[in-house]
């Protein structure tokens, strides 16, 4: 189903679209493995990132969450699909990954309650999926979830290469300034790389970026 960017939409009806993807096995977004720009900025470019724990939300099946685990960092791989969450489970076992340094939990993003903070945060294909409407309060709320001094790495696709390009989604197609509007009043941008690694079909779409939590 597509929406129009200046539609309203109601967050149910919205979330509808991926159950349904879901139930259906229509998930072209997954590139069956970790995002090549992570796998580079934390093994090539050796980012640091802080300790403690850490989200992934829309997670799908995983794979990045199970990446970022490590006995210094615990990941929580977060999707609204009961479906998703069960299959990144049973992945994450076939891999052999303790459920110590990983786990996947059934969670809107918007509505969990919080806890503890997060000092860690990836997000990919979760920002270009939501209703444009919805961008401000995704920013708000990952101020709210994360901890002062707090890692977002946020790889941002697809870029669009013209405004005609951004009228329908999802995913709706992005520019570096969405994300700025989103997350200069809470985060600092500390990097940037528009020529980091993609799959093939992504080259040239994409860009990784690290926000720091002020």
Not at 137 to 156: D, F, Q
Not at 160 to 170: I, N, Y
Not at 187 to 208: A, M, Q, W
Request: glycine letters at 6%.
């Amino acid at each position: 189903m597509a929406y129009k960017r200046t539609a309203a939409v109601a967050s149910d009806e919205y979330n509808r679209i991926w159950f349904n993807c879901w139930n259906e096995s229509r998930t072209v977004w997954d590139q069956g493995d970790i995002s090549p720009a992570l796998r580079e900025l934390i093994e090539e470019k050796k980012w640091e990132l802080p300790g403690g724990n850490g989200i992934v939300p829309g997670c799908g099946r995983g794979y990045d969450a199970m990446f970022l685990a490590s006995p210094s960092l615990h990941m929580v791989g977060a999707d609204i699909s009961q479906i998703a969450v069960d299959i990144a489970s049973k992945l994450r076992d076939e891999k052999g990954f303790p459920s110590s340094l990983v786990d996947f939990k059934v969670m809107d993003f918007f509505n969990f309650e919080v806890t503890d903070k997060y000092q860690v945060a990836y997000d990919y294909t979760f920002f270009c999926a939501l209703h444009p409407s919805m961008r401000k309060s995704w920013g708000n709320r990952y101020a709210e979830i994360m901890a002062p001094g707090g890692h977002l790495i946020a790889l941002m696709y697809p870029l669009c290469k013209t405004e005609r390009d951004r009228d329908v989604g999802p995913p709706f197609l992005l520019a570096e300034d969405d994300y700025h509007q989103a997350l200069d009043c809470s985060f600092e941008l500390i990097y940037i790389d528009p020529n980091c690694k993609s799959h093939d079909t992504r080259v040239g779409h994409e860009t990784i970026t690290v926000w720091r939590r002020k």
